[in-house]
């Protein structure tokens, strides 16, 4: 069964301490990996797709990484604003219709 | 980015009466439409997948007579919720691609569904 597993379920920084979430899948056939930010009573905002393994990708103060099992989300010198549930959610091949599989989710507080 | 819309934004009904919820895509043609179901501090849960043009797919567990979905054109898909019971209370939630197995979807801002 395809599977998304997120780690921690919740991590609390103090601002400009660095630090990277994960993002463990089992499935039978990767067709890419997407980082999601949903701040609280809003919809998922899109951060990235990944698509093969050693692939990353960085957005401001955010970098994602890809291997074969995991994935990782790392924050450098966070600030309060990064404060939001991070999402990850994976594409199988299986599925052609662009279906996503999406982990529990790992909740970030950012603290001045 | 590609915007997507959902309206309304929130909405209170009594039991036993009929939502529609909207989802657009603003500026992108959706050729799929995904519609999701949160609750609070959890995941979203995919109810159904649909085609413009085209019968929704829907995942185990979601009853399609409740949940109807209707995605008439490449811009815009309607969830309604038949006779909504206190249980239907949610927050909902629509993405859309432009089709394909490889598409990112984009997510609307969620609408919060209360009935009494």
């Known amino acids: 069964e395809d599977q998304v597993t997120q780690s921690p379920e919740a991590l609390r920084l103090q601002e400009g301490e660095s630090s990277s979430l994960n993002c463990s899948y089992t499935?039978?056939?990767?067709?890419?990996l997407f980082w999601y930010r949903q701040d609280p009573g809003k919809g998922p905002e899109f951060l990235f797709t990944l698509y093969s393994a050693g692939e990353e990708k960085e957005k401001e103060r955010l970098k994602a990484t890809l291997t074969k099992k995991e994935s990782f989300l790392h924050i450098t010198a966070p600030k309060p604003e990064d404060s939001a549930t991070y999402l990850c959610a994976v594409q199988t091949r299986s599925s052609n219709t662009g279906k996503l599989i999406f982990g529990q989710g790992t909740t970030l507080q950012v603290k001045p | 980015g590609a915007v997507v819309s959902q309206h309304p934004s929130r909405v209170i009904c009594k039991s036993g009466t009929s939502v529609k919820i909207e989802c657009r895509s603003l500026d992108f043609q959706a050729t799929t439409m995904f519609w999701y179901r949160q609750f609070p501090k959890q995941s979203l849960m995919l109810m159904a997948t649909?085609?413009?043009?085209?019968?929704?797919?829907?995942e185990q567990g979601v009853e399609k007579d409740k949940f109807l979905i209707n995605h008439a054109s490449l811009t815009l898909s309607t969830l309604t919720v038949t006779s909504a019971h206190p249980e239907d209370s949610s927050f909902y939630i629509c993405?859309?691609?432009?089709?394909?197995?490889?598409?990112?979807?984009?997510f609307g801002p969620g609408t919060r569904l209360l009935v009494l």
């Open positions: 499935v039978s056939g990767l067709r890419g």
């Open positions: 649909s085609n413009e043009g085209s019968k929704a797919t829907y």
């Open positions: 993405s859309a691609s432009g089709g394909g197995a490889r598409e990112t979807q984009y």
